[in-house]
T-cell receptor
Framework: AQSVSQHNHHVILSEAASLELGCNYS??????LFWYVQYPGQHLQLLLK??????LVKGIKGFEAEFIKSKFSFNLRKPSVQWSDTAEYFC??????????FGTGTRLQVFP | DTAVSQTPKYLVTQMGNDKSIKCEQN?????MYWYKQDSKKFLKIMFS???????INETVPNRFSPKSPDKAHLNLHINSLELGDSAVYFC?????????????FGSGTRLTVV
């Protein structure tokens, strides 16, 4: 079945540690890819998106993601996390239809 | 100015009641959506409207009825509420011809059915 997988369900890091959250999708053809962040009690905010061009995408707050077509992956990275990055992170795919398909989310906890 | 606004933010109601959630966007987008986020944080699309026409209707009980009076508004009416309807409901909008831009989400409505 077509899906979006986020294998890391819960990640715990100390401040200044590096972060990589995995995202894999199973749709063929052209896809648009997104990472959203949801801070506690808040709505979803767009971190970054990829639709074409340079597969290394830079987003807000120092986040970046790399689209690797051969691996159907779009992993999110940050070289040095902060306590304020504690949130739920969602990978999402728009497989050229009119809806956004979300992964199950990764809960990130950063301790000072 | 809030781009996508939902009301109410919180809604606590008893089983069997009928309730509505309203959503308005001032971005000039032509497509609006309702997503449901369950207790495990999983987000799933429920409905999508493009220029007031229903274009996506996922497997949602017919107790849920979306209504779009114009392309800036998409309301969600729920009849005969059940405990399992407790969730956070997010409204979102996008521009159909430019989905690359992404989707803008509202702040959510936390529905609790008791």
């Amino acid at each position: 079945a077509q899906s979006v997988s986020q294998h890391n369900h819960h990640v715990i890091l100390s401040e200044a540690a590096s972060l990589e959250l995995g995202c894999n999708y199973s749709y063929g053809g052209t896809v648009n890819l997104f990472w959203y962040v949801q801070y506690p009690g808040q709505h979803l905010q767009l971190l970054l998106k990829y639709f074409s061009g340079d597969p290394l995408v830079k987003g807000i707050k120092g986040f970046e993601a790399e689209f690797i077509k051969s691996k159907f992956s779009f992993n999110l990275r940050k070289p040095s996390v902060q306590w304020s990055d504690t949130a739920e992170y969602f990978c999402a795919v728009n497989p050229n239809t009119d809806k956004l398909i979300f992964g199950t989310g990764t809960r990130l906890q950063v301790f000072p | 100015d809030t781009a996508v606004s939902q009301t109410p933010k919180y809604l606590v109601t008893q089983m069997g009641n009928d309730k509505s959630i309203k959503c308005e966007q001032n971005l000039g987008h032509d497509t609006m959506y309702w997503y449901k986020q369950d207790s495990k944080k999983f987000l799933k699309i429920m409905f999508s409207y493009n220029n007031k026409e229903l274009i996506i209707n996922e497997t949602v009980p017919n107790r849920f009825s979306p209504k779009s009076p114009d392309k800036a508004h998409l309301n969600l009416h729920i009849n005969s509420l059940e405990l399992g309807d407790s969730a956070v409901y997010f409204c979102a909008s996008s521009q159909f011809t430019d989905r690359n831009y992404g989707y803008t989400f509202g702040s959510g409505t936390r529905l609790t059915v008791v």
